[in-house]
């Protein structure tokens, strides 16, 4: 599940001074799932990517890959490699990818400083 929430090129990156930062929660988390899904984490990550849909308009969305493309920023966080296309690193540019557990709202929430307005269920947004 995505939240995204309002806030005060190709190559990897450490982590400092990249297009998406990613808690350690987070990192945690897609890493588990990559590890049940027999996924190499060396060479596999999370694509993190904004798409049209939703009643405002733009929604995130996330899957694992087995490897970047070749225009893809790479970044890794915690152990976590990130792949961010060029197009959606226009709207997702210095923002937090999280992970809320609990019985209620659980999943991965996107903190965006670049979100204008959201629908009310947080599920997509406006840039």
């Known amino acids: 599940m995505f939240h ?24 945690e988390e897609a890493l588990s799932l990559m590890d049940q899904q027999n996924m190499d984490i060396d060479t596999g990550g999370l694509r993190l990517y904004v798409q ?3 009643c405002a308009g733009l929604s995130y969305g996330m899957r694992f890959e087995h490897e970047p493309e070749g225009d893809d920023a790479i970044t890794k966080h ?4 990130v792949f961010v296309d060029p197009s959606s690193l226009n ?10 557990g609990g019985l209620q709202g659980a999943g991965f929430h ?4 670049n979100v ?3 629908c009310g269920c947080g599920e997509s947004f406006r840039t």
């Open 91 to 100: 709207y997702v540019e210095d923002s937090v990818l999280d992970y809320e």
């Open 52 to 54: 049209q849909g939703g």
């Open 110 to 113: 996107v903190e965006n400083p």
């Open 4 to 27: 995204s929430s309002m806030s005060s090129s190709a190559g990897e990156s450490d982590g400092s001074g990249n297009p998406v930062q990613v808690t350690e929660e987070a990192a």
């Open 78 to 81: 915690h152990g976590l490699r």
């Open 116 to 118: 204008v307005s959201e």
